[in-house]
């Protein structure tokens, strides 16, 4: 079974890198490995947080129940990706 | 409903029905007007971004009337975390559009709106704050752009609305009836008034006992009988008439303005916050003042895009890396994020009213848009200096297209050899319009007066300083004792 990844992002109010093409790579390079949950509604088993800075402001409230692996950096994508290859 | 799209918006501006008036004709199809659709792109964008995963964290909020998820432009704060979300929110819109997008007013309406009706209430007994309940849970049921309309023609300054010739020179009470209340006058300068389905009027000014008809403040659909809108010009707004895609500067949004003037129209007693409560006036308009002092964090976006232009266009001509260019480009940053500090400073320093609402610190609001009466102006200066003359010197996107003239243009137009003479020149458009076309009354001059003009904020700022302590900490250090 594998694992379902909830992506979450903050609001994007002045992000240093392009979160959403970051977003693409990951799920490129993660395909196969891990599912991806949709919506709010969908069940998932941890969360990327993807944050746009260092003040890594997105509301988690909601994800307190799961494992978060957050993203504050494009540096931080490797980190993650070795981290969910683990888990997959 | 609850949270609308793009489109079901442009879709629901169809429907109305609104008395609209530019270069003295009836407007028929105001949604595709050339000069009002970059206006209403702008608001849609509010629209489009709350179902953006990417965004929806700032643009989304859960109601605390229904604990369903609405836009953020029909909430009402319930923290600090909820304030500085609304600062970040118009930082991004501002970017995004690179303009005015006109729905913070409505926000700031409301919220202002829940925290006063309440008061009211409290002291009087009366039942404004479950009313403006219900009808706060219909805008955000149905997720409505609502224009909140504080500023009064005001006929001579020096005199106060009972005493005025022209006794409209203030909207007012000119009939109570069973059923409701008969309002006459005029409200000016209306942000996004043609792309509303509401507005919420408010007094303009702190009100006496002899200004009670003045003391008033109601809902209307924006489409009701005895509404005609007026449209303001803007400096170059034909340009949008020309049919090009490049002399408009900013080829996808824009704001407006309008006169909105209520001729003898109906409110039903629904939909009235306020009848003469004359001693509340002055804390609505002040309440008011400091949640849109607070929005304008969205020039901070807007400077985001004009300091983009300005190295682009050092890049294009060759000059980034000239030291005093470079420097120029600092400058910018630093004014600009100076600004994002101080719409997060009265964020963070909120606090919780009586209603539960939460409010901006007063003081560093004002502080904040007292900022931005000046700091735009510097930033546009600078952002002129990099550009160069032929901002405003250059030939139009016809001449450019001409068989005739294009050869010459593209020839001695084109600077750094890597870059399209054309890009160069959209990229001046950008900063012209930013500067001194459509966008500049968004960015500069509405900068100095929306939201009260730059004297409003000196009187606040005098009024809510601790001085005491200030003096208290000088005179303790050199030794004087009182």
């Known amino acids: ?88 | 409903m609850t949270m609308m799209t793009a489109k079901e918006y442009e879709e629901s501006l169809r429907k109305l029905r609104l008395q609209v008036y530019m270069f003295g004709e009836r407007i028929e199809n105001v949604v595709d007007h050339p000069i009002i659709r970059p206006s209403m792109n702008a608001v849609a964008k509010t629209y489009e971004l709350a179902h953006s995963p990417e965004h929806e964290d700032l643009m989304t909020a859960v109601s605390h009337i229904t604990g369903k998820k609405i836009n953020r432009f029909t909430h009402i704060h319930q923290n600090v975390g909820d304030l500085v979300k609304k600062s970040k929110m118009g930082r991004l819109l501002g970017r995004e559009t690179g303009c005015c997008f006109q729905r913070c007013v409505g926000m700031d309406t409301l919220n202002a709106l829940s925290i006063v009706t309440y008061n009211i209430d409290s002291k009087y007994g009366t039942a404004y704050y479950p009313r403006f309940l219900k009808y706060l849970e219909y805008i955000q049921e149905n997720d409505l752009m609502v224009d909140g309309a504080m500023t009064d023609p005001k006929g001579h300054r020096g005199l106060a609305p009972h005493q005025q010739p022209d006794p409209d020179a203030f909207l007012r009470v000119v009939e109570e009836r069973k059923d409701g209340i008969v309002v006459r006058g005029a409200k000016a300068h209306q942000t996004g008034a043609v792309n509303s389905h509401e507005v919420v009027v408010m007094p303009t000014l702190s009100m006496r006992k002899e200004d009670a008809d003045y003391a008033v403040s109601f809902a209307l659909p924006s489409d009701a009988e005895g509404i005609t809108y007026i449209m303001g010009r803007q400096s170059c707004d034909t340009r949008k008439l020309e049919g090009g895609t490049m002399d408009q500067g900013n080829i996808l949004f824009g704001g407006h303005e309008a006169l909105v003037v209520f001729d003898n129209v109906f409110v039903p007693w629904d939909r009235v916050f306020m009848f003469r409560e004359v001693d509340f006036s002055g804390q609505l308009v002040e309440t008011f003042a400091a949640y849109h002092r607070q929005s304008y964090a969205c020039k901070v976006g807007v400077g985001d895009v004009l300091i983009g232009a300005a190295q682009t266009i050092a890049e294009y001509n060759g000059a980034d890396k000239a030291s005093h260019i470079r420097d120029k480009i600092v400058e910018m940053n630093h004014l600009n994020e100076t600004l994002y500090c101080g719409c997060i400073a009265c964020a963070s320093e909120g606090h919780k009213e009586p209603s539960g609402t939460y409010c901006v610190n007063i003081l560093l609001a004002n502080v904040h848009k007292h900022n931005v009466t000046r700091f735009p102006f510097e930033l546009s200066r600078l952002a002129q200096d990099i550009a160069g003359g032929l901002m405003v010197t250059l030939p139009s996107e016809k001449d450019l297209r001409s068989p005739d003239t294009g050869r010459w243009i593209r020839k001695y137009f084109k600077a750094n050899p890597d870059v399209p003479a054309e890009n160069r020149m959209r990229i001046l458009r950008l900063i012209e319009n930013l500067t001194l076309g459509t966008a500049a009354v968004g960015y500069l001059t509405e900068s100095i007066h929306g939201a009260g003009s730059p004297q409003a904020q000196r009187i606040m700022i005098s009024r809510r300083v601790n001085l005491a302590e200030k003096q208290r900490a000088a005179k303790k250090l050199c030794g004087i004792e009182d």
């Open chain 1, 1 to 88: 079974m594998k694992p379902r990844v909830r992506i979450k992002y903050c609001g994007g109010c002045n992000p240093k890198y392009d979160r959403v093409a970051l977003v693409e790579e990951l799920k490129a390079r993660l395909r196969g490995t891990v599912a991806w949950a949709s919506s709010d509604a969908d069940p998932c088993d941890m969360v990327v947080a993807v944050q746009g800075c260092e003040t890594a402001c997105a509301d988690l409230t909601a994800f307190a129940a799961y494992e978060i692996y957050p993203i504050t950096c494009p540096e931080d994508l490797e980190r993650l990706i070795e981290e969910m290859r683990m888990k997959g």
